[in-house]
């Protein structure tokens, strides 16, 4: 409803409603101009988790990982306004995980992408594993403000309803991830090598665990995908922006 639909005999001058509803829409756009203004200009390096030659967990359908990799942060990208992206990965060729933190000089962010598995004991009731999980770790340069950006990522995951897996917590082989906040499904991973070797916050993210027929089916659809997708780029840009991840 206008301001002048409210008020049909006041349309040729700005009624005091109309000012007001005008200013706080500016307010609000400023604040968010200013935000974002923060977040332009930043780099970001955007990882695609594995390769063509060893692509990673197999789906419940038998789809390799990688595949999965590649589709969400192509999306990432599409979805990141303002940001520049250094890709690493996507081209299903990287053979190091040293090189893959060594292609990110110079990125505020270190962020990479991948898809959740569970352990081999698990595979036959692997339906009852769902959810995405947030990985930093304490040898990173900068381990708060890695953790700051996990936050912010994962606060938009939950905002679009999707729910951390804490499978990752379990005390046993492979596992025993010490949560760091485990309301947003966040883990330290201290000896992830992306994470340890980075050289500005770093963050790896698991959209969903995929040996899930359920799940999935859910992260192979282009629009959960793309939700997905547009949820990570404003936890990005959120980190950016608060200055979580600081200029270098
Ligand atoms: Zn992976």
Same mark, same amino acid.
């Given at each position: 409803m206008t301001a002048s639909a409210v008020f049909p005999h006041n349309s040729r001058s700005i009624s005091i409603p109309e000012f007001h509803l005008r200013s706080a829409s500016f307010l609000v756009t400023a604040a968010l101009l200013n935000? %974002?203004?923060?977040? =332009?200009? /930043?780099?970001?390096?955007? &990882?695609? $988790?594995?390769?063509?030659?060893?692509?990673?967990?197999?789906?419940? /359908?038998?789809?390799?990982?990688?595949?999965?990799?590649?589709?969400?942060?192509?999306?990432? =990208? *599409? %979805?990141? *306004?303002?940001?520049?992206? !250094?890709?690493? $990965?996507?081209? +299903?060729?990287?053979?190091?995980?040293?090189?893959?933190?060594?292609?990110?000089?110079?990125? *505020?962010?270190?962020?990479?992408?991948?898809?959740?598995? @569970?352990?081999?004991?698990?595979?036959?009731?692997?339906?009852?594993?769902? $959810?995405? %999980?947030?990985? @930093?770790?304490? !040898?990173?340069?900068?381990?708060? +403000?890695?953790?700051?950006?996990?936050?912010?990522?994962? &606060?938009?995951?939950?905002?679009?309803?999707?729910?951390?897996?804490?499978?990752?917590?379990?005390?046993?082989? $492979?596992?025993?991830?010490?949560?760091?906040?485990?309301? *947003?499904?966040?883990?330290?991973?201290?000896?992830? @090598? #992306?994470?340890?070797?980075?050289?500005?916050?770093? #963050?790896?993210?698991?959209? +969903?665990?995929?040996?899930?027929?359920?799940?999935?089916?859910?992260?192979?659809?282009?629009?959960?995908? !793309?939700?997905?997708?547009?949820?990570?780029?404003? +936890? #990005?840009?959120?980190?950016?922006?608060?200055?979580?991840?600081?200029?270098?």
């Amino acid at each position: 409803m206008t301001a002048s639909a409210v008020f049909p005999h006041n349309s040729r001058s700005i009624s005091i409603p109309e000012f007001h509803l005008r200013s706080a829409s500016f307010l609000v756009t400023a604040a968010l101009l200013n935000l %974002s203004s923060m977040a =332009t200009g /930043s780099t970001i390096a955007l &990882d695609v $988790g594995h390769s063509r030659a060893r692509p990673g967990a197999l789906s419940a /359908s038998g789809v390799g990982e990688f595949a999965f990799n590649l589709a969400l942060a192509t999306d990432v =990208t *599409r %979805s990141l *306004r303002g940001v520049a992206i !250094k890709r690493v $990965g996507f081209d +299903g060729q990287m053979r190091s995980l040293t090189a893959r933190t060594a292609e990110a000089e110079g990125a *505020r962010l270190f962020l990479s992408i991948h898809h959740d598995s @569970v352990q081999p004991q698990y595979v036959p009731v692997a339906d009852q594993f769902a $959810g995405y %999980s947030l990985f @930093v770790s304490r !040898k990173n340069v900068d381990p708060t +403000g890695s953790l700051a950006c996990a936050r912010d990522i994962a &606060d938009e995951l939950l905002a679009l309803g999707r729910r951390p897996t804490l499978h990752h917590a379990e005390a046993i082989p $492979g596992e025993n991830r010490p949560l760091a906040d485990v309301r *947003r499904g966040i883990y330290w991973f201290d000896d992830l @090598v #992306v994470l340890r070797t980075a050289q500005q916050p770093a #963050v790896l993210f698991e959209a +969903g665990v995929i040996v899930n027929p359920n799940e999935e089916a859910l992260l192979a659809n282009d629009q959960s995908r !793309k939700a997905i997708a547009g949820a990570v780029a404003r +936890g #990005v840009t959120a980190c950016l922006s608060n200055g979580a991840a600081k200029q270098t």
